[in-house]
Every structure is written in C-alpha cells, then in structure tokens.
C-alpha cells in the first residue's frame, strides 16, 4: 500500500478515529459531491471533458478532488467516480446525456437479459478507478484520507431495470415481486462484482469505503429484508478486515436498523432523520450526516444555527462524521461550503 | 345536507365506522387515484376532455368517480378533483400538460409574489368543486360515503413554488429557510383558503375529508415542527366538527407522531412503514394504508400474499382503512385492482 510511509498520519486522522468511535480533537467533515457544479474549477473542466472521460482521466479525476479538498478544507477525499460505472464491463449501454443524467439504453426487463449478463472482473475492466484511486492517494495531502466507494447492489440494480433515475421504481419492484429467482441471479452478479472492486480499491490506497444505497428508501422494511439486506450484507462482509465503511441511504428513517445489520462501521443518514434519534436507535456504531444540503441557500447565520443543531446532537458520544444528507447542488456557493467546514472545526474543537 | 333522508346508510357503512375506530364487519378499501388512467372508461373520456375541464364538469366528473367506484367494488368514492385547483383563484398560472403534469407558470420566488396573492373565496371561485361534490353524491349509491380533498399547506406551497414537482425542493426550502416572514404568510394565505375549501366541500356533501401532504416527507421532524405543523393544524382545527379527516403524506416515516399532533382522525400511511410499526407509535387514531402501488403489477398471488400482510398486521384493533400507500399507477391492470379489492372485503371479513 502506498500509505506505509506516512501510516499514522492517517490512521490517526480526526476523520479516521471517527470512523472508529475513537474520541477527536474536533469533528471531521466531507461532503458529498464536494468535487462537482457547484465549484467553478470543475465547471472549467467540464466544459472540455466529457462526464466519462473525468472519470477515466486518472491524472484529472484527482485533480479535480484534490481541488476541492483544499478549496473547502474538508478532512477526507472521497475519489472522483460514478457508481455506475460498474455496469459498462457488465455489458449495459451506459451514456451521461447533458442535463439529464445516467441512461441506460438495454435496460433490463428479463430473466434472459440477466443471464446474458458478464461477470465482472474489476482487476481487468474497472483498472481504470484503481489508477484514479492510485492517483489521488499520490497527489494528497499525507494526512487526509481517501474514501473509496461504489453503489449498493439495490441501487445498481434499480437503475439497471428502469434504464436511469426513476419515480416510482415499478420496473424494478415488478422483478422482485414477480421473478424473485431472476432478481437473486441479478443481485448475487452484482454483489460480487461489488465487493471485489471495492476491495481493489481498498488494495489500491483507499483508507476507507462508502457504499451508496441512495435509492433504497423506496422499500418498506420487510421488503429490505427480503430483498436487499443479504446482498448488501455479503457485499460487506468480504470487505478486507480494518477498513470501515459508510453505509449510506436517503429516505432510510424506517431501514437504519436493518442497515446496520447488514454492516457498515458508519451509518450514513440523509436530513429526514433527527441524528440524535437515530443514532439512540442504532446504539453503537459511528454516524455520518445530516445537514439539509438546501441549507446551504440559507445565510450564513441560518446555516450555523443548523450546524450547531447538528453538532449540539453529537455531545457526549464520539463517531460522529459531518457531512450533508445528500450531495451539494449545482447551485450552491463555495464560500458558503467553505464556511460551513470552518464553522464544523471551530465549533465542534469547543465541545 | 343531501344525504338527510338516508343518515344511517353513510353513517353506519364500514367505511365511516373505520373512521371513527369502531368496530366494522370486514375492513373498508378504497384506492388513491381509483379514477384514473388505468381504466379504460377513464382514458376514453380524457381523449375528448382536457383534465381541467373534466375536474370542471360536475357531470362528467361525478360519472368518472362513479363508473371507477362501480367497476371496482370498493367502500368510499372521492371527488374527481385536484390539489392545485385552488392555486388558480389565488393568482397562479396553472397548466397540465399532457405527459409532464401541473405546471405553474408563474413560481412564487419573492416576497413581492406572495404579497400580490389574492385571498381566496371558495364559495365565489371553486363552486364549481363543490357542484362536482353535489353531482356525485347524487348519483353515489346511498351507501357510499363521498370522500372530499384538499392539498396540505405545504404541498400545495411547494407547488407554487417550485412551479411543478420537484426532486429536491430546494426553492421551498430556500424559501423557508431564508425568509421565514415570507412563508408564514403564503402559508398562512393558503391554510385560511384550505379550511374554508375543505368546509365548503362538507356543506356539498362530502361525508369525510383528505387532506394531501404528499411532498412534506422532504423535511426532517424539526423543520415539520416549525414550518408546517402550525398551518395544517389551523386547516383541521377549522373543519366542521363530526367529520373524519384523513390526514396522508409520503416519505413521512419520521413525521407520523407530528402529523397526528396536528391533527385528523385517520393518518394515511405510505408504503416505506410496517403499519403495525407505525400505528403502534401512533396509538390511539384510524390509519390508512399501506400496499406498496407496484404490488399491484405482481401475480395475484403475490397481491393477495401481501395484502394478507398488511391485514394481519391490523388483527385485535379496529380503525383501519385499506388502501395503497400512494396513488394506481395508469399501467396498472384494473382486473388485478378488482381483485385487490374482493380480497381484502373476503378475507377480512374472516378475521
């Protein structure tokens, strides 16, 4: 691993003792897409890069990060990604079209569809993120962290069925509820396509992992359980021992507890939830959230207030990681995320 | 009222009992979106008939309920109606377009906008809801109760606000957030029209209410607590005393406990919650709820399987009303929605 030179700096890093429960100096921050629209160096990029080819420009894709990393002063990298990048070395037809998001042209409907499905072998067809994950470790500061990350089967596979982002999931839920064994053929591929690229992302240099499940509030409890929980539970499982991952959600209020027990040292909450609430529920384990990400429209006064409601929550208990309930919008001011990272360590370094 | 020669018949149906947590002989089932696309009578019409002028035609609007009602067998018709009609006499500039949905095409964003709001008479600008209220109670069997709606406060604002729907809502919020004097008094605006819309309904004849929170599970608990809460409170402190109001929303996992602080007498579950769970927390109140939509595009006895669940869920306690836990969707097989129906009136009647 690239990091045995410098191996305290970032074992001991306050985002690092977080993840472990372990008490810190102040409260570690990062934030979800804190590399994107929003920051006018990426815009600059963007305009002569295409979605894809960021993601496979090594060099730019830690660029871009390490930009942002020093422009807000956050306490973790996470690498610039997709988590759907996964699904092009599976044989899905996947385009970034402008203003419109991830599409997937052969979305998948049937049970022969699944079968003709590839296996996925990160080390050859995703070496591509481990160079990014190689890069960015290279290019950082010794003592930031670098979180890897991919999307949780449920996710991925969602946006497999419905061809791109949905409203109502119906294709996805018409497969579970209808072809059962097609949806367990579908969830076991990605799952083990999953644990071995987050693994390699982990061999390559990322210190810690997080697993986005963003669309998994669209189930009711019993159907998490059915349906996602052992998936993402082995996806988990086979993750190399020693490196904690987050293990995020939104719209997850009714699933925390199940989450949990599918694993994850940090449980990622979105801004539905009032964290005091719901870490009481998930007892011991670490946290990460919850701050509104449209907060950040509000001034600067309105924006503390809501910190601080955040962090007043956290007393007494360590394992807390700040960071919104959901990633910063395109329209969101750099100086209002810098300011929110610098009020985070001035207020919590009080407590 | 128009119903005083047969008081008994509404007052004693399953439906009403449910309501008012009495006992009743099988569970009453009605179904968001009973009249819509999914039918075949319905799509026909709507190929003549624009939708506000269908929601404007008492006639028309009463026989779309009715046929919807008939055809499918269930407990409770509702006025063919809509939540944004109310926005029109208010000043906005309301549109559906066909494929894409309400949109407004003057989107409140300044303070200037709300102040130029007009106040709303209902009995002078939507009397003509109130016809399609006397229409289909008319024509209802005497036996089915008339369910008459309203949009909660905040979705309603939201629509006004961000023009349509929205993923992240993030002009309410910074709305809300920023300029707090601003929503108080659109909000304030719409609940005094709402009550009055809502009470205006009963006097046509409408044995029950719903009001619509559909978007309010945006926002975490202590945002509901200050920015909704007040204003849907004052819209059922006003209803006419003796009428059930059913309280719904989406996304309100965490929210339930508040929703019934402000008020109903039934509170309408989505799809996201056990219902056992849920009303559990709730304790004493009439729930609505909760089958998962897209159940509804599984084999029959998969939909039987998990209306089976649901109901067992409610065994020992009376106060439930089956429905799903958001609206049919117009891919959906009326045959199926038929036989959901049938179920639910045969097995409960078992237990």
Redesign the interface.
Known sequence: MIETETPNLLYDSMFMKACRCEPTDYTPIWLMRQAGRYMKEYRDIREKVPFLDLCKNAQLAAEVMITAVERIGVDAAIIFSDILLILQPMGMDLEYIKNEGPVLHNPIRSFDQIRNLREVDPAESLSFVFDVVRSTRAMLQPDIPLIGFAGAPFTVASYMIEGGSSK???NT??LM??EPRAWHDLMSLISSATAKYLNGQVNAGAQALQLFDSWV???????YREFVLPYTKSVIDAIVDGTPLIHFGT?T??LLELMKEAGGQIIGLD????LK?AWDRLGQVAVQGNL????L???YS?IEK?AK?ILDQTKGRNGHIFNLG?GI?P?MSVDKVAALVDYVHNQSSKL
């Open positions: 109502n999931y119906e839920k018409t509820y209808s509030g669209c189930l009711s409890p019993s159907d719209g209020a009714m801004f539905r939830v009032e609430q509104d990400p449209c907060v429209y509000a001034d309105e809501r409601h959901h919008l329209t």
